[in-house]
């Protein structure tokens, strides 16, 4: 019998936009891939770096950062700041070995419900393509 690789990934969601956003999509009973688990936060600017990197290091095969759209942060320019943060962090992924597709930042409004569906089902399936990530130990076991 032949097992398929099915990913699991982090989602970093903002509570204004993203998560509100999967939350509609629940209560339009709309479906999509359970590979994600949501982690809500204030705002996407608040996710740190290092909490993406922690996800990888505890075994997740990627992180998906959702936010508000530009020019719609609850709080002003948090969104930028994430923008930001992400586009310095996949370098940094690149450069350990990374794939730097493994990360990635959506803007989902609370509205888009479908949206929140097409981009966890895309991503699942960007993961299930890239394979499971495995990351060398640093030292003897």
């Not at 969601?13 to 994600?36: I, M, Q, V």
């Not at 998906?64 to 940094?92: E, F």
């Not at 730097?100 to 960007?126: D, G, Y």
């Amino acid at each position: 019998m032949l097992k398929t690789f099915e990913p699991k990934f982090v989602c970093f969601f903002c509570k204004w936009c993203a998560s509100a956003g999967a939350d509609f999509a629940g209560t339009s009973r709309l479906t999509y891939s359970p590979n994600g688990i949501i982690i809500r936060v204030l705002c996407s600017g608040r996710v740190d770096p290092l909490h993406i990197l922690w996800a990888f290091k505890m075994g997740a095969d990627g992180v998906l950062v959702g936010g508000c759209h530009p020019g719609d942060c609850h709080y002003s320019t948090g969104n930028h700041m994430a923008a930001k943060r992400i586009a310095l962090l996949k370098v940094y992924l690149k450069e350990i070995g990374i794939e730097p597709q493994r990360l990635r930042l959506e803007w989902i409004s609370a509205t888009e419900s479908k949206k929140v569906v097409e981009v966890v089902n895309s991503f699942t399936e960007e993961l299930r393509f890239l394979g499971p990530l495995t990351l060398e130990q640093e030292g003897p076991p």
